[in-house]
């Protein structure tokens, strides 16, 4: 019985010498699996819904007008009119009415969404230590009853001060389950099938993007959604009942007889492993655990042993998710026809995307799949500056393959991220790179603002940023095939002792040997 460098215990089988590591018991997928994917895929309808609601629930397209008796002026926002009134035939009752977001008011709309990303970022980091230090699946059902308790009251709100206070606890509370699947899906698959959390999570949030535009057209009032979305997560409460733990994180905390009851269970429908390799597997995690000074890892840890790679993943995600977020908005904007219909249309090009991105995961190395996916989000959107308006669907076409890229960057930056990182802090740093990447989108609702001094501005900022990113990617060690490590690390890595001056060295390396 040996111990591998990374820490992956493994143990000998006997007559055929060969290694069983704990990546080894999770090769093969079974009913052990299938509560964990299903949760995966279902997170993906209220983590979308709940985000990007206000989409059709305050849309900048809705036409209005004074509704005063006798109202004659020119400008209806010099401050005269005391009434309004909103045009309902393509977006029912919204949040612009319901609270006259409009004029000198209509900021607040984009400042409620805003601060509803800020409460993802916020929420991440509360999560992330709730999950390593006592479970996935605490840090799930907590996140789940809050989120459910903050959205139904939120859809209540007597005043647009009292709806983004409601919609920011509900994003920091609504972080914990999104984050939390992701770790238990990418902590119970092998090495080879680190795709998985695109197929279950990534296709879980296009479909959720689909139920989301015919949800908006059927029920056009924005409390009506917002109780849907309630719904979506009661379902999601149910199936947590059957979720298992994970049981690397179990082992890496110390959690032996838990872990052992997870894993037997694993093994239970395999005819390669038995208990006997269980048990032999905790033994020598305990024996490894002996040599460790163990203590709760915190998001110190993370900046003090990993300081250049998680900038680096930290700036690939913020550019990512601001990009994702600002083109998404804009499928409904930059079509001139039904806004649904553009939204759906976007939504439905996300499965390819994930398509895509399984290939990426499964057979392309991380630092090659994000140079490009970020080098071709950008010439995309230059393109896209230079279609007229009049050619709307070329130009919703531009902006929909631009945002596919995005995707593809994303998953696959989420994936290195946690190849990157041991299991100790692996939800710290999750969460930590979700948190900046969520930085990066709060100031996407702002982009509006930019668009009224110069229409391009938003989208050139995006294509050069795209291109720094593309750059930078190359700054990180290749992490692909790679087994997850469970421990810190005792010395600095000499390939992580990399300075930003050597960045050019490193592309035109890259490029070479393309």
């Not at 460098?5 to 079974?30: C, I, M, P, Q």
């Not at 709100?157 to 709806?163: G, K, M, N, R, T």
């Not at 509900?170 to 770790?183: Q, V, Y």
């Not at 409460?237 to 959690?255: D, H, N, V, Y």
Request: proline share 4%; aromatic share 12%; glycine share 6%.
């Amino acid at each position: 019985m040996t111990a591998t460098a990374s820490g992956t215990s493994h143990v000998e089988t006997g007559a055929k010498n060969e290694k069983v590591t704990l990546d080894a018991l999770f090769e093969r997928l079974g009913r052990w699996h299938l509560p964990i994917f299903v949760f995966g895929f279902l997170r993906g309808s209220p983590v979308i819904l709940s985000m990007m609601f206000v989409v059709f629930a305050a849309p900048i397209r809705q036409e209005y007008w004074c509704a005063d008796p006798g109202f004659n002026s020119t400008n209806i926002c010099d401050g005269s009119c005391q009434r309004f009134e909103f045009d309902r035939r393509v977006y029912g009752y919204t949040l612009m009415e319901e609270f006259d977001l409009v004029c000198s008011r209509s900021w607040l709309a984009s400042l409620a969404q805003s601060l509803y990303l800020s409460g993802l970022m916020v929420g991440g980091i509360i999560h992330a230590h709730i999950s390593d230090w006592w479970g996935r699946r605490f840090s799930a059902i907590v996140s789940l009853i809050l989120t459910i308790i903050t959205t139904a009251a939120t859809a209540y709100s007597p005043s647009v001060e009292v709806f983004i206070v409601g919609r920011f606890l509900t994003a920091c509370s609504l972080s914990g389950f999104a984050e939390a699947a992701f770790t238990i899906v990418i902590e119970t698959v092998h090495p080879s099938m680190r795709y998985m959390p695109t197929l279950t999570i990534g296709t879980g949030i296009s479909t959720g993007m689909m139920i989301l535009a015919v949800s908006a057209y059927v029920l056009r009032d924005w409390i009506h959604m917002q109780l849907f979305i309630v719904a979506t997560m009661l379902l999601l409460t149910a199936l947590w009942t059957i979720l298992p733990e994970s049981p690397r994180w179990q082992l890496s905390t110390g959690r032996y007889e838990a872990a052992e009851r997870s894993l037997e269970k694993v093994v239970k429908h395999q005819k390669n492993f038995n208990e006997t390799h269980v048990k032999a597997i905790i033994e020598e995690n305990k024996s490894a655990t002996r040599e460790t000074k163990t203590t709760r890892p915190t998001l110190g840890t993370v900046f003090a042993q990993y300081p250049l790679v998680t900038c680096v993943f930290c700036f690939c995600q913020s550019t990512s998710n601001m990009a994702w977020y600002y083109l998404t908005v804009s499928t409904t904007s930059v079509f001139n026809g039904d806004p649904y219909l553009a939204f759906l249309v976007a939504a439905i090009s996300e499965i390819p995307a994930k398509l895509m991105n399984t290939v990426l995961i499964k057979f392309v190395p991380r630092k090659r799949s994000l140079f490009w996916s970020f080098m071709f989000s950008a010439v995309v959107l230059i393109v896209a500056i230079w279609v007229p308006s009049e050619y709307s669907w070329i130009k919703l076409i531009s902006v929909i393959l631009g945002r596919m890229c995005c995707s593809m960057n994303q998953s696959v930056n989420r994936v290195a991220v946690t190849e990157s990182y041991p299991t100790v802090i692996r939800a710290i740093a999750v969460s930590m790179v979700g948190m900046t990447g969520r930085m990066g989108a709060c100031v996407a609702p702002f982009f509006e603002e930019l668009e009224r001094m110069w229409s391009s501005l938003p989208i050139m900022i995006i294509a050069g940023l795209c291109c720094v990113a593309a750059v930078a990617t190359q700054l990180l060690e290749e992490t692909f095939g790679r087994a997850l490590p469970d421990r810190l690390k005792k010395e600095k890595s000499p390939e992580n002792d990399v300075h930003f001056a050597d960045c050019n060295i490193h592309c035109m390396k890259y490029l070479v040997k393309m």
